[in-house]
DNA sequence: TGGGTGATGTCATCAAGTGACATCACTGGA
DNA sequence: TCCAGTGATGTCACTTGATGACATCACCCA
């Protein structure tokens, strides 16, 4: 990442990358898929950690309580350093490939997050509206929560973007 | 996309895909940015169907009302050949490449709702999140078309969907 | 002590892109 | 009618990402 920010990632080759940590390209490409994967080593342990938490929640309300459990661990688990998140967004942002790659573990996060919720029961189209709307809520919670200038807690902001989902998607 | 389908995607070379159309490979790159982009072609034009159809929409009712109507519009565009639409999306789904491209295209609609939306006064949050919402019905909803065994209009799905969505989002 | 095992390096190769320059058909005006 | 300009294409060279095959080397354990 520091070659990333430094250079931008296009300019940044593999080969340098792996020089800077003493290894060959082709080491590189044994521990990371490609030269994106490396920004997003932590997605996996991300989707764990939100899958386990809405298993743990309870079965009390709709899914959407259930997604909600899972948008706390995230909050968790991602909400403690904001400069950091902030740079590494920043880059992202700026690269094609990356938020591409970037949509992509959202979208196996939101996958998960349904199967887990259709095994608790849920029925299939309710399950998978539940799990892109927590998505949803994510990402905009997300993007207020790097861009604000307060100091306002992850959770908190994805719990009002939550409520703010309800209000804007209630029938009329 | 014959190629695609015939040999994979990943088996198929741009320079193969060049040649059947009489064509150079560096031909090729200069109609399209990438070997991904050459079936979204119609994306853009979708983007700008929806993006009219939110604009013509009155101004009565909440914003997810006015997503509705770009739903609505992408559902016209989209609806009428579904066993096309069903080998595109089987060839998109078995690869990841395909699916990132995808995902971004339906992130830069999304995007582009929001901004309409905010445009019409909605405030910033809300348009973002009655956006990413839309898309996420729309995701449901085609993925429901398409598997689905029945005849149903791609329109009705759509809407049933969203008050699914609604009903699933509802505070308790 | 010696053989497996895992991590790494080396080498060759392919395919995706891209820049620079040449070519050629077509068109609008002198 | 002809010529200059324009746009689409071809050719060539090159970089880089990515992968397969094989060699090497350190380390651990029986």
Redesign the pocket.
């Known amino acids: 990442m520091r070659l990333y920010v430094e250079r931008g990632y296009?300019?940044?080759?593999?080969?340098?990358?792996?020089a800077e940590a003493?290894?060959?390209?082709?080491?590189?490409?044994?521990?990371?898929?490609?030269?994106?994967?490396v920004l997003f080593a932590g997605s996996e342990r991300l989707l764990t950690h939100m899958v386990e938490a809405l298993d743990a929640a309870p079965a009390t309300g709709g899914p959407m309580r259930t997604v909600a459990a899972a948008l706390d661990a995230a909050a968790e688990l991602l909400g403690r350093d904001r400069s950091w998140s902030r740079q590494r967004q920043s880059l992202i942002d700026t690269n094609a490939?990356l938020r591409e790659r970037e949509l992509i573990k959202m979208a196996r996060i939101a996958a998960a997050l349904a199967e887990e919720l259709r095994r608790r029961g849920v029925p299939a189209a309710d399950a998978s509206l539940a799990a892109e709307a927590g998505i949803a809520v994510f990402r905009v919670a997300w993007e207020r929560w790097l861009t604000g200038a307060d100091e306002l807690d992850l959770a908190t902001v994805m719990k009002a973007t939550l409520s703010r989902l309800a209000a804007v998607t209630a029938a009329e």
């Open positions: 296009e300019q940044t080759t593999v080969a340098e990358i792996a003493g290894l060959t390209a082709r080491t590189f490409f044994r521990h990371f898929a490609d030269k994106r994967e490939e």
